[in-house]
Structure formats: C-alpha cells, structure tokens
C-alpha cells in the first residue's frame, strides 16, 4: 500500500480533516525533503516523503474538532495511534516509529508523568535520522491558523513552553540540521 492509498483509505475526500492533513502533511514532506537535500542526508528520498506525509495519520482517531477530526481519543495519543494504525497496515517500522515518535521534540517518561498525559509509561524520543528529520520538520508548521511556516524563534518558544528539555531537545534536532 502506498501513502496515498492509506490516507484516502482513512480521510474521506472532501472533509475538513483531509484537507488540514493533507497540506500540514505536504509542508512537512516538502520541508524534510529539501532539508534533507541540502544536508545531504543518507535517505531515500522517496521513505522521506513517506514518512512525512504519514506522520501525523493518526489525528482521524482523535477529537479534535477544529481540524476536523472526530474521534474519541485524546489529541497526544495521535503519534501511537498512527504507528499502530500504520504496522497494522504492513507499514514497516521504519515508517510506523517516526508517526509514533515525532511529537513535540520527542517525549520522555518524565514528560508523560509530569504533564500528566494518557500514553504509555515510555520514551517515545526520536533515534534514526529519519525520526528526527520528520520531528523537526513537523514543528515548523501547525494544523490551525494560517498554516504558515513558522520563524525559528517561535518553534523555539513553543518548545520552551512545553519544558526547558523539550526545547534543549529541539536545539539538538537544529544543530543537527544546521546546515539548513
């Protein structure tokens, strides 16, 4: 199954959840894959584009009705959700682990005791350089507003909004990617 195949399978055409997909998806791809050729990065660029525009597949599941999504579970459960959705789909891992661990900088044990949030007790932080292309990428462009790309400075507040690690998590993502 392609990722095409998989995101008209789970996101009707013509809904409001389809269409904040598909373009926050897109951005996402088109950041990660010029990224990736200017850093000249080791990756196919085809398993790049793959896994941005999946990454966030799971939102359908959620209740989230701003974008569009009216499902019943929680919005921070959409990365596992996705990975699930995605091995159940015969996805491979590859794929299945960047939709499972993209959100925020990556999230830590302490992250989910300290906020409080309904995820299984475990690090879900970004290893490949796949994972943390697609992580990074991902936090230049939100799914409401104008979905503009967003300036550096204020991913950066976002993140440090979150935690002092989230935003020493996303620095490291940055330096990694500086040469963009």
Not at 7 to 22: E, S
Not at 49 to 65: K, N, Q, R, S
Not at 84 to 96: K, Q, S, V, Y
Request: aromatic share 8%; hydrophobic share 35%; charged share 30%.
């Amino acid at each position: 199954m392609t990722y095409q195949e998989i995101i008209d399978k789970y996101y009707p055409a013509g809904t409001k959840c389809r269409g904040i997909f598909i373009q926050h998806s897109r951005q996402v791809a088109e950041k990660a894959l010029e990224i990736a050729r200017q850093c000249n990065l080791d990756l196919p660029l085809e398993t790049v584009e793959a896994a941005a525009m999946l990454h966030d597949i799971g939102i359908f599941l959620t209740d989230a009705p701003d974008i569009g999504c009216h499902g019943t579970e929680h919005y921070i459960r959409h990365g596992i959700l996705g990975a699930e959705l995605l091995r159940n789909e015969g996805f491979g891992e590859e794929i299945a682990r960047v939709a499972e661990r993209h959100t925020g900088a990556g999230l830590t044990i302490d992250d989910i005791d300290r906020q409080q949030l309904p995820l299984p007790r475990k690090d879900y932080l970004p290893e490949t350089m796949l994972e943390k292309l697609i992580c990074y990428a991902d936090k230049f462009f939100s799914k409401s507003g104008a979905m503009q790309e967003k300036p550096i400075d204020k991913v950066r507040n976002s993140m440090a909004r979150h935690s002092a690690d989230s935003l020493a998590r996303f620095d490291e993502l940055h330096k990694l990617f500086c040469k963009y």
